[in-house]
Every structure is written in structure tokens, then in C-alpha cells.
């Protein structure tokens, strides 16, 4: 989960500078005044060409500095458009697959245990497993735990054919993760103390 997570991240915080830097890019004043001047020149190119008269070398020059950077503005809007045809894919298949995804299951009042409620257990689990376990067996001993309080929601099945707590259950772990009450394992697939817990639980 939390190398899942790690990867989402860094894609997102990539796909958000781009996004910035095109924004920055087409939104910028200069950009609105390269393509005034462009029009200009063009113009003024245009005007000598018709009547025979030789372009300036320099007047050239300009003329292609601008090309080249309405180009570049161009390819922009192109990223930018390729961008929010992408979201918009993304936006379509989370829609279809609304029904079927696990929600993260935190708010008051919704039926099944909520993250608040797995998060100490899994660390009760973890001491008593000596600080690392593998997921499943600490999952299994959290189930112990919770006995009865597991609802018909929390059981069933999800896309994966795991019962729907499990996902809760994840989550809580990556909250964990993400105070440090526990770190990811050499093992895959393994849940452990981080060492200054573990030392409290000794």
C-alpha cells in the first residue's frame, strides 16, 4: 500500500508542476505580447514582400524568434489539453467503477469499523507478534479482536475477493505509516514497529 501510495504521489507532484509551468506559461503577459507582436510583423513582412521591397535580415530574425516562441506556446496548450483529455478518462473510469472500489470508511454514523478503530489494534498485534508479522496473520488477529463488531458491510467481499474491512484496515496501516508508529518491512507483505515503538512495547 504505502509503495502504491509513494508512486501516486510522485507521479502527481510531477504531473502538477507541468500542469504549473504550462499555466505560468500560457497565462503569462509576455505570451499575449509575443503573438500581438508576431501579428505585427507578420504584417509588416507581408507588406514589404507586396510591394517588392527586401526584408530586413533583422526583421527576419525577429519574425522567426516569434514563430518559434508562439510554437512553444502552442505546444502548451497541446500538453494542457492532453492533460484534461487524461483527467477526464481517469474521471470516466473511477465512475464506472464507483459502485465497486473500497471507500475509506471514517466518517461517523457509516455502518463497519472505521480506520480510528483498526489503528490500535493493529499495533496491539504487531507487540504481541514480537513487532513484525506478516499482513495477513496481523489481520487475522485483528479480526479476533474485533469479533462481533464486524458488520455484514465490513464482510463482504470486494473487488479483490478480500472482505471490504481489509481496505479499511490498509488504510489504517498507512496512517500508521504516516505517524511513524510503524515502517515498512525488508519483507513484502510484512508490517513492523518502527524501532522506538518497538522499544516501548519490549
Not at 508512486?7 to 504550462?22: E, F, M, T
Not at 471490504?164 to 508490517?191: F, K, S, Y
Given at each position: 500500500?504505502?509503495?502504491?501510495?509513494?508512486?501516486?504521489?510522485?507521479?502527481?507532484?510531477?504531473?502538477?508542476?507541468?500542469?504549473?509551468?504550462?499555466?505560468s506559461t500560457l497565462e503569462s503577459p509576455a505570451t499575449r505580447e509575443t503573438a500581438e507582436q508576431l501579428a505585427s510583423v507578420e504584417h509588416a513582412v507581408e507588406s514589404l514582400e507586396s510591394k517588392?521591397?527586401?526584408?530586413?535580415?533583422?526583421l527576419r530574425d525577429l519574425l522567426s524568434s516569434l514563430q518559434e516562441q508562439v510554437r512553444k506556446t502552442g505546444e502548451s496548450r497541446d500538453a494542457l489539453d492532453a492533460i484534461l483529455q487524461r483527467l477526464?478518462?481517469?474521471?470516466?473510469?473511477?465512475?464506472?467503477?464507483?459502485?465497486?472500489?473500497?471507500?475509506r470508511n471514517t466518517a461517523r454514523g457509516k455502518p463497519g469499523v472505521r480506520e480510528e478503530d483498526l489503528e490500535p489494534l493493529i499495533v496491539e498485534a504487531?507487540?504481541?507478534?514480537?513487532?513484525?508479522?506478516?499482513?495477513?496473520?496481523?489481520?487475522?488477529?485483528?479480526?479476533?479482536?474485533?469479533?462481533?463488531?464486524?458488520?455484514?458491510?465490513?464482510l463482504q467481499p470486494g473487488p479483490n475477493g478480500?472482505?471490504?474491512?481489509?481496505?479499511?484496515?490498509?488504510?489504517?496501516?498507512?496512517?500508521?505509516?504516516?505517524?511513524?508508529?510503524?515502517?515498512?518491512?525488508?519483507?513484502?507483505?510484512?508490517?513492523?514497529?518502527?524501532?522506538?515503538?518497538a522499544r516501548k512495547s519490549a
Open positions: 500500500m504505502s509503495q502504491i501510495l509513494e508512486q501516486v504521489n510522485a507521479i502527481c507532484d510531477r504531473l502538477d508542476a507541468a500542469l504549473r509551468d504550462i499555466l517588392g521591397v527586401p526584408v530586413p535580415e533583422q477526464q478518462t481517469w474521471t470516466d473510469l473511477l465512475s464506472s467503477q464507483a459502485g465497486e472500489l473500497p471507500v504487531l507487540i504481541e507478534a514480537g513487532g513484525a508479522a506478516r499482513a495477513d496473520d496481523v489481520l487475522t488477529a485483528v479480526e479476533e479482536r474485533l469479533g462481533a463488531s464486524l458488520g455484514e458491510t465490513d478480500r472482505p471490504r474491512w481489509h481496505a479499511t484496515a490498509e488504510w489504517a496501516h498507512q496512517n500508521l505509516l504516516d505517524r511513524g508508529v510503524v515502517e515498512i518491512g525488508d519483507q513484502a507483505g510484512v508490517w513492523q514497529l518502527s524501532p522506538q515503538y
